[in-house]
């Protein structure tokens, strides 16, 4: 029989899998992803709107705050659609555009996620090496613009992507190892030569994640230095207690972003599910612990969250 390339003027569907060798048995699956997804999208929801009604925390830090929840909202529903079609309903096919389209936002809201860590980091070091300048340095203006260009930014990376996928053929079973789209899982399945698209791949992790990760770890060593000068350990602590929430948010967001990479690298091994479990970790627990950890660590917020849940006064 003679091989039938898919290319641009014939795009192949996509077979999605849940957890690899037990797809007769993973409805359960779902019982897990579900709580999360309904934490993720009402605890940000929430978030959102405290910030919105509360006008003690209109400020720099919480539009920032703002954007991270709006952020993973769109993390959450970006893979919603297909991992409730996979794991509840058993479909399991994709048109090439809509997988297109899902690993664009997918990548996106990653892209951006990074970003907003990276502005969150530049607020701390504002709030705490220049206090007297914070009201002038970080006015609304300058916040949106931070904001747009965070979004300018991951589109213009992002956007050659789904291109650079169509003009390839793909004449295999195209099935992928996840229930969503992503591009190092789509990059492995053309016929044609894809170094063109490693190279890009390469380049937009390296200049995203590899220039956010090391700017965000310089904003805290220059906090580091200007918090030990201070003379008293109780307002070292006092001050370093504001940079908690933001720690936490970088670890949980780099931890598994580092495990999902070192896994894909050298854990080639390792059962397929392993993948699976770890690629889960990355997208579905930072949009479901975010809104926790601010909620905790935010007298604020956490007020207000306790009045509207148990309609008391605190």
Same mark, same amino acid.
């Given at each position: 029989?003679?091989?039938?390339?898919?290319?641009?003027?014939?795009?192949?569907?996509?077979?999605?899998?849940?957890?690899?060798?037990?797809?007769?048995?993973?409805?359960?699956?779902?019982?897990?992803?579900?709580?999360?997804?309904?934490?993720?999208?009402?605890?940000?929801?929430?978030?959102?709107?405290?910030?919105?009604?509360?006008?003690?925390?209109?400020?720099?830090?919480?539009?920032?705050?703002?954007?991270?929840?709006?952020?993973?909202?769109?993390?959450?529903?970006?893979?919603?659609?297909?991992?409730?079609?996979?794991? =509840?309903?058993?479909? /399991?096919?994709?048109?090439?555009?809509?997988?297109?389209?899902? %690993?664009?936002?997918?990548?996106?809201?990653?892209?951006?996620?990074?970003? &907003?860590?990276?502005? %969150?980091?530049?607020? @701390?070091?504002?709030?705490? =090496?220049?206090?007297?300048?914070?009201?002038?340095?970080?006015?609304?203006?300058?916040?949106?613009?931070?904001?747009?260009?965070?979004? &300018?930014?991951?589109?213009? %990376?992002?956007?050659?992507?789904?291109?650079?996928?169509? @003009?390839?053929?793909?004449?295999?079973?195209?099935?992928?190892?996840?229930?969503?789209?992503?591009?190092?899982?789509?990059?492995?399945?053309?016929?044609?030569?894809?170094?063109?698209?490693?190279?890009?791949?390469?380049?937009?992790?390296?200049?995203?994640?590899? #220039?956010?990760?090391?700017?965000? #770890?310089?904003?805290?060593?220059?906090?580091?230095?200007?918090?030990?000068?201070?003379?008293?350990?109780?307002? @070292?602590? /006092?001050?370093?207690?504001?940079?908690?929430?933001?720690? =936490?948010?970088?670890?949980?967001?780099?931890?598994? %972003?580092?495990?999902?990479?070192?896994?894909? @690298?050298?854990?080639?091994?390792?059962? /397929?599910?392993?993948?699976?479990?770890?690629?889960?970790?990355?997208?579905?627990?930072?949009?479901?612990?975010?809104?926790?950890?601010?909620?905790?660590?935010?007298?604020?917020?956490?007020?207000?969250?306790?009045?509207?849940?148990?309609?008391?006064?605190?």
């Amino acid at each position: 029989m003679e091989d039938n390339p898919h290319n641009g003027s014939g795009l192949p569907p996509f077979t999605l899998t849940g957890l690899p060798g037990m797809e007769t048995s993973q409805h359960w699956m779902f019982l897990l992803l579900g709580p999360l997804y309904t934490v993720s999208i009402v605890g940000n929801a929430l978030i959102l709107f405290i910030i919105k009604e509360e006008h003690s925390l209109h400020q720099p830090m919480y539009y920032f705050l703002s954007l991270l929840s709006m952020n993973d909202l769109g993390v959450s529903f970006s893979t919603l659609p297909t991992v409730l079609a996979t794991y =509840c309903f058993q479909l /399991k096919e994709i048109s090439f555009d809509s997988c297109m389209a899902q %690993m664009f936002f997918i990548h996106f809201f990653s892209f951006m996620e990074s970003g &907003i860590l990276l502005a %969150m980091s530049f607020d @701390r070091y504002v709030a705490i =090496c220049n206090p007297l300048r914070y009201a002038t340095v970080l006015t609304d203006a300058r916040v949106i613009y931070m904001g747009t260009s965070l979004i &300018i930014r991951g589109f213009c %990376m992002l956007f050659p992507l789904p291109f650079l996928l169509k @003009r390839l053929p793909f004449c295999k079973a195209n099935i992928l190892s996840h229930a969503y789209c992503l591009h190092p899982d789509l990059i492995r399945l053309p016929c044609g030569d894809i170094t063109i698209n490693n190279i890009f791949g390469l380049f937009t992790v390296v200049s995203v994640f590899g #220039l956010d990760s090391a700017l965000i #770890l310089l904003s805290y060593v220059l906090i580091l230095h200007s918090v030990l000068a201070i003379a008293s350990q109780e307002e @070292r602590l /006092k001050t370093l207690n504001t940079c908690v929430s933001h720690i =936490c948010a970088v670890l949980i967001f780099y931890v598994p %972003m580092v495990g999902v990479s070192m896994t894909a @690298r050298y854990g080639r091994h390792a059962p /397929k599910y392993v993948h699976t479990l770890m690629s889960l970790v990355y997208l579905f627990v930072p949009p479901m612990l975010n809104p926790v950890i601010y909620s905790i660590k935010t007298k604020e917020i956490r007020r207000r969250l306790h009045k509207i849940l148990l309609g008391a006064k605190f």
